[in-house]
């Protein structure tokens, strides 16, 4: 379980597989977002029909409503929301503190106020674990507390308070059918990143991940970070870079090593009538599109551009038609997912370097 | 183009088949609503999965938003919802009085304040008619004034006006490729009723419409308005129903000699949280459900109640996800065309006195 085996290599770009209990991902993958246990305005089989292998879903969220426990007793996540393939759960810890009211930091963990109820809640290293073992995903993440990027200060004490809840997690971890990644963090300051990865790197863990980028800080010292970080994590072992997903940010950051992404991305846009397309986003409320009978994008092998035009997907969003989130949300999630399979597949003939060129513009 | 076909009968209730120029149509057939070109929150693909074979749309909707000659220039109807089986149209007529503002009617038309931008936009016989040719729906619809059930006078004013629209909705269709549906009116009136049903049937037209039910009037003043009707339209052509669509309701009328159907029902009820059931309903708030692993309908073999807990459902709804209108439409709509498998197979075998005797409570 858990191995990770690479099967080709384009400078730090690879492609490997990796085993979990509900199937083989390949990598580099990018893991849409189901927060509430759904990927917003899409049925399970669509995920599956635009090649979807693994979905992230939100520890945070669903500690919160339905519960845990009520998910566990219902047979697990997999079970709830019907996706049979590989899901990852974070650790609740990002949300803690972007999401929820007033909250309390100490050494032991957070106290929050739900955004669901209003209700004083509590997370700790053990109550993650112990949420995270309920929902039962394959990818589970260690507690952590992600700082804003440029405060130095905070960043050092986020790290080590972030190393020691990664200790706590793996003692209150009980299951073996779960991949506990750790977390590096650091902000943008690349002693912190190094002092994180180093500690990080020192357990024996089936992955990794990066953690409190993309929140603010420049793509410069987003990639610098990577790179400063993978330098030091082990080749052998997974890499998962948090919250990260516009195709300039992917490529850029498989160039530098990375093998997982996950983003609410390509979902938000399609709720805001954006069509994500490998260089540039289409606004669809865009009038010019009235009349427009082209797909979004006519290389696009999706249901949507398939079959619909710029101009009835005008027309849902003007009207208002839940349809409209639908048909974009499987278009830009496609085309996130058919960049990683282009970007496998061009690091398997040795030519990465040319697909890093043709995306220039982040 | 557009023969009818009885293949069975039992008692009034009869099986058939109806060629369009996009496919042949079974009936009794129940056909969901696609309003502004599209069946709210599912795809056509998840439509064709469940079995649809008709849908209708709104004339009075596109006629204001996207509009019909934009609809037209872009291929038509099928082309720009992608939708490749038959289509229906109405005529505008009933939403003209239901949902637009003020509205003056004198013999010639109506004109009325658009819902959409407020904008005052008129429809005649000839409008609806070269509305509906660009649009190039399968079956067209006569445009129509739909009284207040229980107003006699009102009633015979519309049922005099809506024969002589219908005149002029021949004389005004040039396609040869659409069937044109006279509808039949006159309130809970029976000699208004069988007045009207003589004057339409008196025309050569592929198909008859009874308007005005399931509008206020009683169950039993509804199928009493059937019977009547129905004894005097030609037994060889096409009946549908318009608006009408509980289990009740289509057992029943079916069991008067109607063919089509068509209902907002299945859709708005899962917009609403409400799941339809053939013989009852679940309102999937209730809390009784939070931890019920089981399907809407333990016997059903929707993608939903295959896949998903009531437990699931309700979380979705709860968390205001739109992933729970997708499901429950396809539990929804998958139900009443299951239904009318159930009614041709009992037709066929001569037991839909027995199928009948199920649906005592309406």
Redesign the interface.
């Known amino acids: 379980m858990f191995e990770f085996e690479i099967q080709a290599k384009d400078g730090a770009a690879r492609v490997a597989t990796f085993q979990t209990p509900h199937g083989v991902l390949h990598t580099p993958l990018f893991a849409p977002v189901g927060t ?3 990927v ?7 995920l599956k029909d635009m090649g979807t292998s693994l979905i992230l879903a939100n520890t945070y ?1 669903l500690f919160l ?2 519960g845990d426990q ?1 998910i566990a ?3 697990g996540l997999h079970r ?3 996706w049979e393939n590989p899901i990852l759960t974070d650790s609740g810890g990002f949300q803690v503190f972007s999401l929820s009211g007033i909250n309390r930091i100490d050494e032991d963990g957070v106290t929050f106020k739900s955004h669901v109820d209003g209700s004083i809640q509590r997370l700790t290293p053990e109550i993650s674990i112990a949420v995270q073992e309920n929902l039962g995903a394959d990818i589970i993440m260690a507690f952590d507390e992600c700082a804003p990027p440029h405060d130095r200060e905070y960043n050092q004490q986020a790290t080590q308070r972030t190393h020691a809840w990664l200790e706590r997690c793996l003692t209150a971890k009980t299951r073996t059918d779960q991949a506990l990644f750790g977390i590096v963090q650091g902000g943008i300051f690349e002693d912190l990143r190094a002092q994180s990865a180093s500690f990080i790197a020192s357990l024996d863990l089936p992955g990794f991940a990066i953690g409190g980028l993309s929140v603010g800080e420049s793509k410069t010292d987003m990639l610098r970070s990577i790179e400063v970080v993978n330098a030091i994590l082990p080749e052998n072992k997974p890499r998962y870079l948090m919250g990260v997903g516009t195709p300039y940010d992917i490529v850029q950051a498989v160039g530098r090593g990375i093998d997982i992404f996950d983003c609410v991305l390509p979902t938000r846009l399609a709720r805001h009538a954006a069509a994500l397309r490998l260089k540039d986003r289409l606004n669809l409320v865009n009038a010019n599109f ?2 427009d ?1 082209r797909p979004i994008d006519e290389e696009c092998n999706c ?1 949507t551009c398939q ?3 710029r ?2 997907l ?3 969003i ?2 208002k ?3 409209a ?3 974009l949300s499987i278009h830009n999630v496609y085309t996130l997912i058919q960049l990683t399979h282009r970007i496998r597949q061009s690091i398997i003939q040795h030519t990465y370097l040319s697909l890093i060129e043709e995306y220039q513009t982040p």
């Open positions: 509430q246990a759904t917003k305005a899409l049925t399970p089989q669509q969220h409503r339905p009520r007793q219902l047979g709830f929301m019907a009235a009349d009978p249901y079959h619909f035009s101009a009835y005008r027309h849902l003007l009207a038609e839940m349809l989130a639908t048909l």
